[in-house]
């Protein structure tokens, strides 16, 4: 019913950046709030950043001021800026989406993830 399609994940070095991007299709009625998360190996899951249907945005401690969330909502795309990428941000990343769907109810969804590698 629904898809996720996450790219722009790969290997960069410190002080480097990437550009990642979600696009969400299918039987949507309307999307609530997009957000990126990542996990790293021995790690918990955790929430990176996330922006509301009307911009608002929330941010990892971690990531303030290097990291910038954003939508466009005509495109169901969310992205995330990366910038001054350190070691410790290599992880997965994945897309999250919670969306009213076209029958009424509620649902979150996630994207297949995409790895984030930061190393010299």
């Known amino acids: 019913q629904v898809q996720l399609v996450e790219s722009g994940g790969g290997l960069v070095q410190p002080g480097g950046s990437l550009r990642l991007s979600c696009a969400a299709s299918?039987?949507?009625?309307?999307?609530?709030?997009m957000g990126w998360y990542r996990q790293a190996p021995g790690k918990q899951r955790e929430v990176v950043a996330d922006?509301?249907?009307?911009?608002?945005?929330n941010y990892l401690d971690s990531v303030k001021g290097r990291f910038t969330i954003s939508r466009d909502n005509a495109k169901n795309t969310v992205y995330l800026q990366m910038n001054s990428l350190k070691p410790e941000d290599t992880a997965v990343y994945s897309c999250?989406?919670?969306?009213?769907?076209?029958?009424?109810?509620?649902?979150?969804?996630w994207g297949q993830g995409t790895q984030v590698t930061v190393s010299s």
């Open positions: 999250n989406v919670n969306a009213r769907m076209n029958w009424g109810d509620e649902r979150d969804f």
């Open positions: 922006i509301t249907s009307a911009g608002i945005t």
């Open positions: 299918g039987s949507i009625f309307r999307i609530n709030v």
